[in-house]
Every structure is written in structure tokens, then in C-alpha cells.
């Protein structure tokens, strides 16, 4: 029974204390709305605290010749234009408000010479246009935007997981069942709108740059309450994660690196990525060393330049792609990566422009990126896919419910630009929220959870517990990673993705019976019991999702089907549960207005 102290009825409640879930609650809260954020850490430990490179927003601070138009064009064209065209256009128009009301709140972004936010160079995008902090930029925007949530009183449940949404008769949802992690005491928040903002699914693969959170929980809650997820299929590896020594394995090295210069060579010395660059795209890249020496150059004295970016800023499924065929064609690193190396330009540049890089490798790895280069390969990093929703307000297929950053699908397409992600979290937390607080005041009267639903979801919180005799979730999430790194990684094909489906099959059929010793306080193995069931779900919608798109674009490469077939470019594949059945089909893309399509074909100026 739920003790009545456990009991927290909000307007709103926001699920995610990440960048998307702290300005999804800030504005919800600005509109007059009750609102509970729920974390499942420490406030200000989310995952975002971990993005380094910088908030992509055409200021035009360093190249004036930058627009919402050209980082519109560059989003959809990073993402195989199987974008949702409205919050590509959103996120470009408005991420510039954002980051200018970041500065306003406090944020300490890094400076050029006149005063003005400083912008740095990524893959897939046209101009200098992410705005940072050295390489710590989320945590300074989780530092200003916890500041500024704090300030509107608004009640904070840390270290909370939540198992259950509750939902009405028609469908709509009404609450959120979960345990505190301290003591393992239920909790139920009924709630007039409900926003998730959990983040991504890294944890469902073994090697992957994502912390313990990213257990896929906001898809897997929205996927059992009757929403649906699109583009599964499309999960990013970021092309640089450490791959030695074995301490450091899979630890981001951020692509502000590649974006100060950083050159990738293989085993054999090779600069490589000239030959892995798209022939369409191929103009828009330095095509020797000495006109991207001129461009790093013209970069470090920040100095505006006609010289074309290097290879190594080519879209990271692109140089995914490209180190994982070195590797596997015999030129890679003795510990199977590349070389990624930044130590040709002066090591108190390098200790400037990436201070966390520097010091976090030679405190833990004793690597000084300063003085020789790196062995880095791909690291599970980024899912495209999720739930699908609303551009404008955030608002997914059931009602109530709302969802904003990567949690949510259509962004960012079949590949995520470097940067957008911080740009995603603010435009569309900001969106989300005002969504969900609009819902709440129009709802008159309280929520009612229904108590059957509740007393389901106790049951399924003690069951772990009392069993005698069940299977080891440790040894279930291993199987299940295993199976998802080999199966279901960065080349694909029908074989092995049936193979994946059957052996996630399998796993799903042996957690019903997941037994975790010990009590409730702070018991890993029995959060981890939820967490799995979240990563099963998930793991399945991705290798289904995988298995119905007979092509390869952006993230998803299918070897058996190795052509990107223009009849897939107007196609979401869908997944949805009916009861314990997941199931994928394919929905239309709505036709792209003539003007954006102008944008998106052709560029466009300001």
C-alpha cells in the first residue's frame, strides 16, 4: 500500500531532469503549472552533462554567411531528408533564441575576440556554428538550467524510478507509478500531463559512450502506454570512442577534436577519409592536406576562410562507416581502432580548446592527447528513433502524454548532425513543456489513477523479490548487449537480424522469471530488473525496425540491401505493442512544402 507521503499529484510531471526535461519544466512551470520533476539520479548528474562539443544555433557569430535556412538544409541532408520537416525548421529557426536565453540565465559560453559567443566547427555543418564551453558545454547548460528550475520552487523527486504510466478508459494517461531508489517504497504521481525525457538506449549494446541511465525507459513507458515509436532502425555510433587501454573503452572523444583539427590516420599512416567521402559531397571538403592545414589554420586564428573543412568533418555515420571498413579490411590499430591524433598542434592550444579531453584521458588513462594520438573506434552513441510526436507541441499519439529530446523521434532522421543534440533538447524541452502545461489547464478537476492499475505494478515491484528461484538479470543484460552489439551494430543484414529477434525472443521469455536477493534500499540488481525489461522491449523495436527497412541510409546499413532506394525516402517504419505483441509497419512522411524543399535540395542563403 502506497503510504500517503508517497503520494505527489502534480499538473505536470516531467520524467527526465536532462537539458530536455529541466526546459521542459521551466517553461510548464513559467505557465502557472504544478509541476514534479522526477530524476532517476542526483539532480544534475543526467547524461547531458556529458555532451562536450557545443549547442548547434546559426548565430553567424564566426561566419556571417551562416542561417536558420543553411543549418535547416545541413539537418536534413545529414539526415537523408527522412526528417520531420516542422522540427527541423523549428530547430533551426529557434535554436538561436534558445542559446541567447542560456546567456541570459547565466550560461558562460566561450568568447570571440569582439565579445560575442564563440562558434567551433562540426561534421556536416556548413559553417562554424556550435557555441561552447571549452569541451564541457552540457555541463554548463545542466549548471544554468538546474539554476533556473530551482528558482521556480517547483518539487524535485531525485534518485525515483519510474515502472508504470497509468491510463484512463480512453486510453489517455492519468499518473505515474514507480519506488524510490533509497528505500524501494512505491510512489504514485497522478498528474494531468505526463513528459518523459529519459534520453536514449545505449545501455542496450555493450560497448556504447552512454551513462547507466540510458536504459531506454521514457520509449519502453510510452511503447506499453499505447504510443508509438518511429524510426528505431536508426541508432548512431559515434565514429570516436576510446578503445584503449581497457579502462577508458568506449569513453566518448568528443568531435570537437576532429572539429580543432584532429586528423584520423590508420595503421599505415594513411589520412583516409578522403577516400569515404558521399561523390555528391565530395566539393565541400579540402581535397588536399595543404588546404586543410589552411583551414585549421585560418580556425585557431579564428579567422573567417574560403578553404573547405577537412574529411575527418564528414557526418559521423559517414566516418563510422569509414573507420569500422579500415579496421575490418586489415589497417587497423593493434587494438582495433584508428589513430586520432590532434598532438601536431601546440599542446597549450589543445589544453585551451579541450580542457576536459586532456585532463579526463591523463587522469584515467594516462593518455596526453597533447603529446601523440589516440586509438578510437565506434561507440554506440545516439538514437535518432523514438516516440513519435507532435512538432509543435511535443504531444505523442496518446493523449496526455508528451515527450521531448531523445526520447522522442523525427528530429534528427536517419543521422544526427554533432550539436543539434543540445539545440534539440532546449528548442523542443521548451515546446513540450508549454504543450503539456496548455493540456493541464484545460483539464478541469483532478486526475484519477485507477487503484487495480496500481496494485498490478506493486505486484510486479515485490515479485522479483520473492522468488526462490529465477534467472540472474546481470547474465540477462549481458546476453541481451552481446546479441545487440553483434547482431544489430553498424552493418547489418537479414540473417543476422531474424537471429536477434529470436534470441531477444528467448531473453524476453526467461525474464519473467528475473530474481534479484536482498532488500529493497539501493539494490542494483533489483532496479536493474526494470531497466532490463525496458532494454528487451527496445532492443526488439530496433532489430524489427532493422529487418523492415530493405535499404541503407544514414545510420541503418543494411549489407544485403547496400543502395538507398528512393521509395524509402518517404517512409517511417512504426513500431506499436498490441498487448504483448510488438509490431512494425511503415507510415507515409507528409509531403515536404515546396519552399523547404527549395531549402533543403538547393541551400539557401539568410
Known sequence: MIAASDHHQHDVLVIGAGGAGLRAAIEAASMGASVGLVCKSLLGKAHTVMAEGGVAAALGHVDDRDSWQTHFRDTMVGGKMLNNV?????????????????????????????????????????????????DRTGLEMIRTLQDRAVTTGMAVYMEHTITHLTTAADGSVTGAFGYRRVDGRPVLFP?????????????????????????????????RAGADLIDMEFVQFHPTGMVWPPGVRGLLVTEAVRGEGGILRNSEGDRFMWKYLPEDRRHEYAATDEEARTWVEALSASRQTDARRP???????????????????????????????????????????????YEQFKELADVDI????????????????????????GATTVPGLYAAGEVSGGMHGANRLGGNS???????????????????????????????????AEQELEAPLTRSEGTDPYRLREELQATMQTLVGIFRTEADLREAIRQITDIRERAAQLRATGGRPFNPGWNLVFEL??????????ARSALEREESRGAHSR????????????????????????????????????DLRMLAEAGGGA
Not at 529519459?198 to 510510452?222: C, F, H, P, R, V
Not at 597533447?370 to 507541441?393: F, L, Q
Not at 525489461?533 to 530496433?542: P, T, Y
Open 86 to 134: 516542422r522540427m527541423a525548421q523549428l530547430h533551426a529557426l529557434e535554436a538561436p533564441d534558445r542559446v541567447r536565453e542560456l546567456e541570459e540565465w547565466g550560461a558562460v559560453f566561450d568568447r570571440t575576440r569582439d565579445g560575442r559567443i564563440l562558434q567551433r566547427p562540426f561534421g556536416g555543418h556548413s559553417y562554424p556554428r556550435l557555441a561552447h564551453v571549452g
Open 311 to 357: 574529411p575527418e568533418l564528414s557526418t559521423r555515420d559517414n566516418v563510422a562507416r569509414a573507420i569500422y571498413t579500415e579496421v575490418r579490411e586489415g589497417r587497423g590499430t593493434p587494438h582495433g581502432g584508428v589513430f586520432l591524433d590532434i598532438s601536431y598542434l601546440p599542446a597549450e592550444h589543445v589544453r585551451r580548446k579541450l580542457p576536459s579531453m
Open 422 to 456: 543540445l539545440s534539440d533538447l532546449l528548442v523542443f524541452g521548451q515546446r513540450a513543456g508549454a504543450g503539456a502545461a496548455a493540456r493541464a489547464a484545460a483539464i478541469p478537476g483532478d486526475p484519477h489513477v485507477n487503484p487495480v492499475q496500481v496494485r498490478a
Open 191 to 223: 498528474a494531468k500531463a505526463i513528459l518523459l525525457a529519459t534520453g536514449g538506449i545505449g545501455k542496450a549494446y555493450e560497448i556504447t559512450s552512454n551513462s547507466w541511465e540510458y536504459s531506454g525507459d521514457g520509449q519502453a513507458l510510452a511503447i
Open 533 to 542: 525489461r525496458n532494454l528487451i522491449d527496445i532492443s526488439e523495436a530496433i
Open 370 to 393: 597533447t603529446a601523440g594520438p589516440m586509438e578510437v573506434g565506434p561507440t554506440t552513441h545516439y538514437a535518432m528513433g523514438g516516440i513519435r510526436v507532435d512538432a509543435d507541441t
Open 559 to 594: 549489407l544485403d540491401f547496400p543502395s538507398t532506394d528512393p521509395a524509402w525516402a518517404s517512409r517511417n517504419v512504426v513500431a506499436r505493442r498490441t498487448g504483448n505483441t510488438l509490431s512494425v509497419a511503415t507510415s507515409a512522411i507528409p509531403a515536404m512544402p515546396d
